[in-house]
């Protein structure tokens, strides 16, 4: 059966250096994505392909 699905967020704020904001910025612009769905896809893809502790 089909179902609707409202996904939730919410709000954080992060500290980050300021090479790595204006590096991420010029590749969100590039791609035409928001900064914050840029950050979004990094994370994901961090915590997905991470090594895990027993390898």
Do not use: W
Not at 6 to 29: G, Q, V
């Amino acid at each position: 059966m089909f179902e609707i699905k409202k996904p939730t967020s919410s709000n954080k704020t992060i500290r980050m250096p300021d090479d790595l904001i204006d590096k991420m910025e010029k590749l969100a612009a590039h791609y035409d994505i928001s900064f914050n769905q840029l950050v979004v896809q990094c994370c994901e893809y961090a915590l997905g392909n991470m090594k895990k502790e027993n390898e």
